[in-house]
């Protein structure tokens, strides 16, 4: 496993999709495609209070820009290839645009909305508990 602070921007591809832990601690998770060209999807998963409003406002098609530790996951597949799973554990999530704006003319500026993680994932939840 690798760690590093990461900064990226794309498209939601599917809704975020909250759940809980055994402490009832909220848990969303959701990919972004980083390039539309090839794709190529960053799994991300947010903890607590970001969570909560993350699943309340993000939706699928909506641009974000995710901040956060990049974690570089490898295993081995029943075939014997190796697999690398690329995650990021968010600490701010930020919208940039919505799947559908209400006028093209509108300014971007409308519709960000900002979500700051007021504590640490490794303050909420041990690494083992995480439901996906």
């Known amino acids: 496993m690798t760690l590093a602070k990461a900064f990226v921007t794309g498209i939601v591809t599917k809704t975020p999709e909250k759940r809980f832990t055994q402490n009832d601690t909220a848990v969303v998770g959701f990919s972004v495609d980083i390039d539309?060209?090839?794709p190529t999807l960053v799994r991300v998963v947010?903890?607590?209070q970001l969570a909560e409003r993350i699943s309340s406002t993000v939706a699928q098609n909506d641009m974000v820009a995710v901040e956060?530790?990049?974690?570089?996951?490898?295993?081995?597949?029943?075939?014997?290839?190796?697999?690398?799973?690329?995650?990021?554990?968010?600490?701010?999530?930020?919208?940039?645009?919505?799947?559908?704006?209400?006028?093209?003319?509108?300014?971007q500026s409308e519709n960000i909305v900002s979500f700051e993680q007021e504590n640490t994932a490794q303050d909420l939840i041990d690494e083992d508990e995480i439901p996906f």
């Open 46 to 48: 947010a903890y607590g």
């Open 68 to 107: 956060g530790r990049l974690q570089i996951n490898s295993y081995k597949l029943p075939n014997g290839n190796d697999k690398r799973v690329y995650e990021i554990n968010a600490s701010a999530v930020e919208k940039i645009s919505a799947s559908n704006p209400i006028d093209s003319t509108s300014s």
């Open 36 to 38: 539309k060209n090839n």
